[in-house]
């Protein structure tokens, strides 16, 4: 009777096996950017068959060398159908009128949301490990992620005084993505003083007045262009001369990913660096 319970055992595990891997997707597209990423670290071989073509941009990706090995797309429902794929992952904000038409073309699309925590991170890996039949690899990653994170993380409530600051006079809140890397990397936001939860337009007269230790500079890019020309504001530049400056790298703040360690990793060289809080 063992025997026969354990050989009965063994097939169940063996059809439940078969049967996971049956329901898994075999042809999946992603047109979204941090969709992408999550996907090139948790398919099978052979399972992801295009990722959108910011993925293989090195300013904007943290895996374009890795994209250079897929097929890309660029989010329009003619080229998606002709993949023929069996499923698509797009983002909370892709092109709705793309993804409408896949889905009246019977096509499966999941939506995936952004990241706005590093909480929410660990849930976009589970979700993917999820859509692509494969739980068990994005157990594993968050597990992975979860240790490095409790190497890098450091406590923030004295910790210098940081404001991002990007095009637009655009800075980032505690309650974002890149709030949530500040504080895991030692520093306090000084959006928070300026009343900014989520994020929102930082007057430059009003940075200056915060006076933070170390500013999160967002990187020009090629060309002219209005909205970074307060980057170059003589006001600015002078409180850069008495306060640290690291660079914004979108590619390892914008999607929450592991490489989001990254970004924490290089803000916490800064801290050690010898910053003092105010």
């Not at 019977?106 to 739980?135: K, Q």
């Not at 004295?158 to 655009?170: F, L, M, Q």
């Not at 929450?256 to 801290?271: C, D, M, Q, S």
Request: proline share 5%.
């Amino acid at each position: 009777m063992r025997f026969i319970d354990r050989i009965s055992g063994i097939l169940l595990a063996v059809l439940a096996a078969a049967s996971q891997v049956a329901a898994a997707p075999q042809r999946v597209v992603s047109m979204n950017l941090c969709a992408d990423q999550l996907a090139m670290m948790l398919a099978a071989p052979g399972q992801l068959i295009s990722v959108s073509y910011l993925a293989r941009d090195p300013e904007a990706s943290a895996m374009a060398v890795e994209a250079q090995a897929f097929p890309v797309n660029h989010g329009l429902a003619e080229e998606i159908f002709l993949l023929q794929p069996d499923l698509v992952i797009a983002g909370q904000y892709t092109t709705q009128a793309t993804v409408s038409m896949l889905k009246r073309l019977g096509i499966p699309v999941a939506i995936m949301a952004p990241a706005d925590s590093l909480e929410d991170a660990r849930d976009r890996m589970t979700e993917m490990g999820a859509h692509l039949g494969h739980p068990e690899k994005a157990t594993a990653l968050v597990a992975e992620f979860d240790e490095n994170l409790g190497r890098l993380a450091q406590d923030a409530d004295e910790g210098p005084r940081a404001a991002i600051y990007a095009a637009h006079g655009y800075t980032f809140g505690p309650q974002s993505l890149s709030g949530d890397i500040l504080r895991a990397a030692g520093l306090r936001n000084v959006a928070e003083e300026a009343g900014l939860d989520r994020g929102g337009m930082l007057a430059l007269e009003r940075l200056v007045m915060l006076a933070p230790d170390l500013v999160i500079l967002s990187q020009r890019r090629g060309g002219n262009s209005r909205a970074e020309e307060i980057l170059n504001h003589p006001a600015l530049r002078a409180l850069l001369e008495e306060a640290g400056v690291a660079p914004l790298t979108d590619r390892n703040w914008v999607c929450g990913t592991p490489h989001v360690l990254r970004a924490i990793a290089g803000l916490a060289v800064e801290r050690d660096a010898g910053q003092e809080p105010k």
